[in-house]
């Protein structure tokens, strides 16, 4: 519990992720063009953790759970994980072009 604890509250965001999930790829490559630096992380740990197979892709912004793929898009949909991330500081400007 420690080790994601510590994680999540260093860093603006955090995703725990399975590196052969399509959904965690393209939530990890939504968030990171907005120019945020995403961290992947052991999925061991989760599981350690939580005490069961978490669903993927997890995703914590500005130390809070923000929740799945279905979430992160829903947030991007209504144009609000912008906001999102820039209350955490994980990204500073954001050109809306």
């Given at each position: 519990?420690?080790?994601?604890?510590?994680m999540i509250?260093e860093k603006?965001?955090?995703?725990?992720?399975?590196?052969n999930?399509?959904?965690s790829?393209?939530?990890?490559s939504?968030?990171s063009?907005?120019?945020a630096n995403?961290?992947?992380q052991?999925?061991r740990?989760l599981?350690?953790?939580?005490?069961?197979?978490?669903?993927?892709?997890?995703?914590f912004?500005?130390q809070?759970f923000?929740?799945?793929?279905?979430?992160?898009?829903s947030?991007h949909?209504?144009?609000e994980?912008?906001t999102?991330?820039m209350?955490?500081?994980?990204?500073?400007?954001?050109n809306?072009?």
């Amino acid at each position: 519990m420690d080790i994601i604890t510590s994680m999540i509250a260093e860093k603006p965001v955090v995703i725990f992720s399975k590196s052969n999930c399509c959904l965690s790829y393209s939530i990890k490559s939504l968030i990171s063009g907005f120019g945020a630096n995403t961290r992947q992380q052991i999925e061991r740990a989760l599981i350690e953790t939580l005490g069961c197979q978490p669903s993927v892709p997890a995703v914590f912004i500005g130390q809070q759970f923000v929740g799945g793929a279905n979430k992160i898009m829903s947030l991007h949909l209504r144009n609000e994980l912008v906001t999102l991330l820039m209350n955490a500081r994980a990204i500073w400007l954001w050109n809306k072009k």
